[in-house]
């Protein structure tokens, strides 16, 4: 399989072929990684596909570990109050990016890891700053990925290349593009032929 990407505003999409995104999780894993809490965002969204406002929004009440579903009804914004941005908790973008998305039992496992790990914090945010228990800056994930693709010598990918990891992959097991963008919450299905323009069989 194949993917081509639109490209846009003359800026083409990254993504991480599949051997890629694997060096990347082995090392995520296995290193120990410094920066515990994005270390644990990047291996869930992997297994999510997320835009990162709503990563940053996900308390455990939308985690159900029974149905190993994750319900995606908010998202994280900067807005502007008297002349100051703030961090604030709005409802998601269109009505199709309220959706439900089942994950996949390595991701289950480190969401169990993480909850067990830590008690949660005043807000029960699953990731969250360690030293003050409020919200991840939205820089810090594109920060820490780019670093860790330099190191490992692989395409430069910022928080939203992981969201198309997740697309990309689904794509390669041949799962359909309406369940994609239903899935990812895109409004309309427009939008994700837009950016996944071209899927080909080689053979």
Request: charged content about 30%.
């Amino acid at each position: 399989f194949t993917i081509k990407f639109k490209e846009q505003e003359n800026n083409k999409i990254k993504v991480l072929s599949a051997l890629e995104q694997k060096i990347m999780i082995d090392y995520l894993y296995e290193s120990k990684y410094e920066d515990e809490v994005i270390r644990n965002m990047i291996l869930f969204n992997f297994g999510a596909g997320l835009r990162l406002g709503e990563t940053l929004a996900l308390t455990w009440n939308d985690i159900s570990f029974k149905t190993k579903i994750l319900r995606v009804n908010k998202q994280l914004q900067k807005i502007k109050v008297n002349g100051e941005w703030i961090d604030k908790i709005v409802i998601t973008k269109t009505s199709k990016s309220n959706r439900e998305i089942p994950l996949p039992d390595k991701t289950i496992k480190l969401l169990k890891t993480i909850k067990n790990d830590k008690e949660i914090n005043k807000m029960n945010l699953v990731f969250y700053n360690f030293d003050n228990g409020d919200y991840i800056t939205n820089k810090r994930p594109a920060k820490n990925l780019h670093a860790i693709c330099k190191k490992l010598h692989l395409a430069d990918i910022d928080y939203h290349g992981t969201r198309h990891c997740y697309a990309t992959r689904l794509f390669e097991a041949g799962v359909q593009i309406k369940t994609v963008q239903k899935l990812l919450g895109h409004a309309d299905i427009k939008t994700t032929m837009n950016i996944y323009t071209h899927v080909m069989s080689d053979v």
